[in-house]
């Protein structure tokens, strides 16, 4: 990320139509007041909790940490959403202009069935989930959360990849009304990201819809964003209205804009340091001042013992 040093820091069948109209309601009400406080132009802050809508039929699942999540409070305005601005607090305060409802996500490339799809369909379509992860920022921070999603292999199937599909690419919205952030050239706009097949078909990466069996804020990446737990949180790219099954590796914008740093891997390994500071150790975010609490960084972020098999034989210092 543009953090250099520490010291930049600056701080289915499962969802019924009820739900989807509740949801309606609540989106209505959010915009409403935005709408309010937003001037062409110029970036004011808008309500960041304006309404919180819970997601309806949400199971357990047999995949989440027993650790305790961290506050709401922390995962919702303690941000990386460069679409809103580059400092933490930004896409709490801005992210109001995003219009997450309705949406529709482009399937493309190498699947027998492409198209746009709507977003309500694909979720009418699927188990919802709660998903205790961690999540380990590239910036040497942590948190636990309490994701709601769904599969994103199940997801992904329906499509039916082709025998050539070997990478599947990810692509944020780009406008530059409801994302004033792109405005500004800090990163080569739209933000694309992407993973190999066996790692989107792995049971551990999903689609993320909510948050805190709640529909999902703006700013952590209404109205769904990729979860990959093992990868590092630049990897989990927000607000997706793209996905292309491809041949080739995809050119994911951080690996593109500083090759050196951020890897298309981007595997949470401790063994490997940013070339501008460690790895091995994260700070808890909610857990006091910047030196307070900090935990010694697992390989694969602690999910070694589901996903190493998918690396055998890869040297994870070059692939990184
Ligand atoms: N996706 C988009 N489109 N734009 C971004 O700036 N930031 C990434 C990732 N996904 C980012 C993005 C980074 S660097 C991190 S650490 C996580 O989102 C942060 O997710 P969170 O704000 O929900 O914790």
Known sequence: MLIKKPSDIKAS?????????????????????????????????????????KLQGVQPSQYSSTEKPTSYKDITTYNNFYEFGTSKTDPAKYAHTL????WSIAIEGEVAKPGNYHLEDMIKASTLEERIYRFRCVEAWGMVIPWVGLSLGDMLKRFEPTSRAKYVEF????????????????????YVEGLGINEAMHPLSIMAVGLYGEVLPNQNGAPLRLVVPWKYGFKNIKSIVKIRFTETMPRSTWAASAPREYG??????????????????????GSGSIFARRKKTLMFNGYAEQVAHLYAGMDLRKNF
Not at 99 to 102: I, L, Q, S, T, Y
Not at 172 to 186: E, F, H
């Open 13 to 53: 069948e499962i969802t019924d139509e009820k739900h989807y109209k509740d949801r309606r309601k609540f989106m209505q009400v959010g915009l409403g007041l935005a709408g309010a406080a937003a001037i062409p132009g110029l970036w004011l802050p808008g309500p960041v909790h304006a309404a919180r809508e």
């Open 99 to 102: 219009k997450p409802e309705p």
């Open 171 to 190: 692509t944020t919205l780009y406008d530059l009304k409801q994302m004033p952030g792109q405005r500004r050239s800090v990163l080569n706009w739209p």
């Open 264 to 285: 298309f891997y981007a595997n949470v390994n401790p063994a490997v340091n940013h070339p501008r500071w460690s790895q091995a150790k994260e700070r808890i975010i």
